[in-house]
């Protein structure tokens, strides 16, 4: 596989996650509305979830930044570092970002941003340490590309579809119980099996959507690594990072599972989860497959 079929393929595997997003969002707004006979808890479910994203949208690098207490640094204070975002940013054809130092003990990095005049990388006193130039070039790259391929936006609009399939759920289930579907049970005779497929879907959805997310988080790591590969044409860098990164076994002291999935790796140590069922709850894709892909670049 190349470097160009990998994004490609990830590009069109995001797409198709996305779309089953909006089927499922459209199928759950069409049946709760059905069984309730109102169409008024969808439009305030939509209402609320957009309003909330949208002050997401605006102010969320300012929280992840303070969450993580990341410290603002001027060229000054580590010209090696700014040169090398600088001169990559230049590649990509971005602006360049500003740039933070965490103090913290782990090697990782993230990006962070509502789009590419707006955004932030910091990287942590550990990757600067123990990452040479080549490996911190793949690092700040695959930081870039999330930039470039507009991912902070792309995570702002499913974290919108997630919080409108939670609150559709949340309140056809809270309807349910204030006689909604006691009335429309009554209008509609025979129609019990169709409601207890409703209920299910009300309980199922939230989790659903969520297991959508991670995947879409997943595949936008894959395709950062292809990215980040293509603009300094050596994924050998950016594996040995990666490499570096999970053999590490420093904690992250201000990794939380509200930004974790941020981060280059998973910022969590003696928690990762192993088999296949476990990488469904996962914000990252599995180190070493990523580390394999990236080397069958190199051939």
Known sequence: MTLY????????KTWLL?????????????LFSYLLNDQIFLTLALILAFSQSFISYWYSDKIVLSLTRAIP???????ELYRVVENLAITAGLPAPKIYILNEAQPNAFATGRDKNHASIAVTRGLLERLDRTELEGVISHELSHIGNKDMLLQTMVVILVGVVSLLSNWFLRMGRWGGLRRRDEEREGNLIFLIFAIMAA???PLAATLIQLAIS????FLADASGALLTRYPEGLARALEKIASNPNPLRVANNTISHLFIASPFRGRE?????ANLFS?????????KILREMSV
Do not use: C, Y
Not at 273 to 277: E, H, K, T
């Open 203 to 205: 309980i199922l959805a």
């Open 273 to 277: 989860a192993l088999g296949w069922i």
């Open 18 to 30: 996305i779309t089953g997003f909006l089927i499922l969002i459209i199928a759950l707004g069409w």
């Open 218 to 221: 997943r595949k936008r790591e």
């Open 73 to 79: 640094i001027e060229k000054k204070d580590n010209p």
């Open 5 to 12: 079929t990998q994004a490609e393929s990830n590009i069109r």
């Open 283 to 291: 914000t990252h894709p599995p180190i070493e497959e990523r580390v």
